[in-house]
């Protein structure tokens, strides 16, 4: 299983960046995929997470109508348009897949890939 995070960079703040999670190696539509972030010294987040059918979308309280996440089923991608960036979201990305059920879904993750650096200078 692979999972490559992809579309870090360095933005101000107010701008907007697109994160995209290619996977391989599993069957896609039997996953949730979900966006974490870290920063040195403090826990992983739970960003967003979309569910298998694409109807169900979890966003953490401090992304909720700055982020959308999507997924392209036939490309085996997932993606994170991130608006009105701010310093506090400063991170390294990851995507990872979950096949979890229940309260779960969005809480516990099975494959992670490597993580993409965002920063946004004030």
């Known amino acids: 299983v692979q999972l490559q995070a992809s579309g870090g960079g360095l933005v101000q703040t107010g701008g907007s960046l697109r994160l995209s999670c290619a996977a391989s190696?599993?069957?896609?539509?039997?996953?949730?995929i979900g966006w974490l972030r870290q920063v040195p010294g403090k826990e992983r987040e739970v960003v967003s997470c979309i569910s298998r059918s694409d109807n169900t979308k979890y966003y953490a309280d401090s992304v909720k109508v700055r982020f959308i996440t999507s997924r392209d089923t036939p490309k085996n991608m997932v993606y994170l348009q991130m608006n009105s960036l701010k310093p506090e979201d400063t991170a390294v990305y990851f995507c990872?897949?979950?096949?979890?059920?229940?309260?779960?879904?969005?809480?516990?993750?099975?494959?992670w890939g490597q993580g993409t650096q965002v920063t946004v200078s004030s």
């Open positions: 190696g599993l069957t896609f539509d039997d996953y949730a």
């Open positions: 990872a897949a979950s096949f979890s059920a229940g309260h779960l879904w969005y809480k516990q993750f099975h494959y």
